[in-house]
């Protein structure tokens, strides 16, 4: 369009590292701390258009002090994983969606467009180079991180003309140090991550700036995330939003006495997580119990609790996968504790190999070479 360069696979450049770093142990892997040898980058100007896309050695970046994303956060990014399958090959988890929610975000802030297959085709390439880096060990990944950042150097509020989207790699295993143990949420009437018509539903760099604080209090009490419950005046009664890092679900018998698995609409609030809409898919397809999303108060969460109906709570996301979680400490000092079944949950991370879901669409795109 407009005659300026898109992003083509094609023109992808590829520039090898000669001092790869040596392969970190598996205990060494806390999430995110390490990277592997490469980035994949293309840069976007007004006035061109896209530059060939290109694999480099992994190096910082060159910035101008005045960059748009250091003033005024400009940034979005994608969390996405390849794993090691039994037979050997790599697979991404449902690539497509993440692409598109990337190019969602960077609509919100007035990112250019990018060719997301294009792109995508890249991100595999660059995942080709780094394969070696992918631990074959179950409950261990390489995490994408797809990254776009407005690089005009200007202190004007204006919509970017220059932009660099890049791609990093980072090995990793279990989110929370404490592997996949139920964890504890504090809940936080008093922040809001989202609100009505702000960018609660973008993956932008800004959402996470804003719970740091949030959660190094919940910390200091024993928690390890935020449970965002919006009260707005509702006293007490606030609708339950998402944690900083996990879309969250509850699985509860209903008045009626019905199972019934319940998380939060997408209304504008939450970030519409891909494992969220995966664990919607594949429990509707087992017709096992009532699927629901609707807005949830914390009224109901407590009834749920304190009548012995609530039978699990859970956390979904790339980086956590399914986290379950035990209690929900209030800022009152009470606590909501479900007992956990773990023998239940480990069917919602396992269910037997090979499996099928009902109608549901081949969830992973295989790398050919591997
Ligand atoms: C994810 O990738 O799952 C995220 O939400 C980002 C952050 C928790 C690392």
Redesign the pocket.
């Known amino acids: 369009a407009d005659g300026l360069a898109s992003i083509r696979s094609e023109d992808l450049v590829v520039n090898r590292t000669t001092t790869p770093k040596p392969k970190p142990a598996l205990s060494e892997l806390l999430?995110?701390r390490i990277m592997t040898d490469h980035m994949l980058q293309a840069a976007w100007n007004v006035n061109t258009g896209w530059s060939a896309p290109s694999i480099d050695p992994l190096a910082p970046l060159q910035l101008h002090p005045a960059a748009q994303v250091l003033h005024y956060g400009i940034e979005c990014?994608?969390?996405?994983?390849a794993y090691m399958g039994v037979d050997g090959r790599i697979r991404m988890f449902r690539p497509d969606k993440n692409m598109d929610r990337l190019a969602r975000s960077a609509q919100r802030l007035n990112l250019p467009d990018f060719e997301k297959v294009e792109y995508l085709e890249c991100i595999k390439e660059l995942l080709r180079v780094e394969r070696d880096w992918l631990p074959d060990k179950e409950g261990f990944s390489l995490?994408l991180?797809p990254t776009y950042i407005a690089t005009t150097p200007t202190l004007g509020i204006a919509p970017p003309s220059a932009a660099l989207l890049y791609t990093i790699i980072s090995p990793v295993g279990p989110?929370f140090p404490t592997g996949v143990k139920p964890i504890k949420l504090f809940v936080d009437t008093r922040h809001a991550r989202a609100w009505p018509g702000g960018v609660g539903d973008c993956?932008v760099g800004g959402n996470?700036a804003s719970t740091i604080r949030p959660q190094v209090q919940a910390a200091a009490l024993g928690c390890q995330q935020v449970l965002y419950v919006l009260d707005n005046g509702a006293e007490g009664d606030g609708i339950v939003g998402e944690s900083?890092?996990?879309n969250v679900f509850f699985l509860w018998r209903r008045k009626d006495g019905k199972k019934e698995l319940v998380t939060p609409p997408l209304d504008g609030m939450i970030?519409p997580?891909v494992?969220r809409d995966t664990v919607l898919s594949l429990v509707r397809s087992w017709s096992e119990f009532e699927v629901a999303e609707r807005p949830i108060r914390w009224r109901e969460i407590e009834a749920a609790v304190a009548e012995n109906r609530m039978l699990e709570m859970f956390g979904t996301?790339?980086?956590?996968i399914i986290q379950p979680i035990s209690t929900l400490l209030k800022s009152d000092g009470t606590a909501l504790t479900v007992p956990f079944d773990s023998a239940e949950t480990s069917r919602w991370i396992d269910r037997k190999p090979g499996t099928t879901y009902g109608a549901q669409k081949e969830p992973t795109t295989s790398l050919a070479g591997r």
């Open positions: 999430f995110g990014f994608e969390g996405m994983k995490y991180r989110y993956k996470y900083g890092a996990m970030l997580g494992t996301g790339t980086a956590v």
